[in-house]
């Protein structure tokens, strides 16, 4: 793998485009030996690199990460305060019945402990495709754009599927019916959960925002679909 876009770097900080189907690092859970955080220590010879979040080895986008322990914990604690506004986009399948809103729904976490979730969505396209998936004639989906207010694990994929229908090409939480026509017709095999932007004071008295292009599976469903790709970048 060549090197990661760097999109922002200082001597406490980076920010990094990550692309898709890369850990963010090692896991037990997984056998992959290449992540991001091994990447950059060889990329940048860096001997500490720590990610503040995580975003989901299928998700591409914006990813925050510190250089040193004392901007770990500055950074920590931004995220953990919820002062930190991340911008995602999704393409799912359905249509919401309202343009745009709040999901107010708590998630159980990976030790069954109930948190609470809100994530704010709004519908920036819609398409109805005449073809038949499962029992309807047509099929419609949705780009939508969700600010997540609370970090839970999965917690866009798991709203999503609450708002409308599951987020295309999520292997978890998604329909292995619409996957696959995306992959087959569409030459889309990726999760299509893109993390564009963070905004957030970096610095005291200094907000700064950090915006990733458009991912390339973005671009290629635009134009399948003839949406604007304008529209979605004037939405970050």
């Known amino acids: ?24 690092h090692r896991s037990s859970i997984s056998r992959d030996k290449i992540s991001v955080v091994q990447i950059l220590k060889e990329q940048l010879d860096l001997d500490y690199i720590h990610p503040i979040h995580r975003i989901d080895r299928a998700t591409s986008g914006v990813l925050f990460l510190s250089k040193n322990t004392e901007a770990t914990k500055s950074a920590t604690e931004l995220f953990m305060s919820h002062k930190v506004q991340k911008t995602y986009f999704a393409i799912l399948r359905g249509w919401p019945s309202e343009d745009s809103g709040t ?3 708590a998630l159980k976490n990976d030790k069954d402990v109930v948190q609470e979730a809100i994530s704010h969505y709004q519908v920036i396209h819609q398409v109805e495709l005449p073809v038949q998936i499962n029992k309807f004639p047509t099929t419609r989906y949705s780009l939508v754009r969700f600010q997540p207010k609370t970090g839970r694990q999965h ?3 798991r709203h999503a599927k ?3 229908g599951p ?14 026509y995306f ?3 569409l030459n889309s095999k990726n999760l299509l959960l893109f993390a564009a932007q963070l905004q957030l004071e970096l610095y005291p008295e ?9 991912a390339p599976s973005f671009v290629n469903i635009c134009e399948k679909f003839s949406w604007d790709i304008d529209k979605i970048l004037q939405s970050y």
């Open 103 to 105: 999901i107010d729904k």
């Open 183 to 185: 992959a087959e017709k």
């Open 167 to 180: 987020i295309i090409g999520d292997t978890k939480f998604g329909k292995k019916d619409h996957n696959t």
């Open 155 to 157: 917690q866009i994929r």
């Open 206 to 214: 200094q907000e700064v925002t950090f915006k990733a292009p458009l």
């Open 1 to 24: 793998m060549g090197p990661l876009p760097v999109l922002f770097e200082d001597e406490n900080y980076l920010v990094i485009d990550k692309p898709p189907e890369l850990l963010v």
């Open 162 to 164: 609450h708002l409308t």
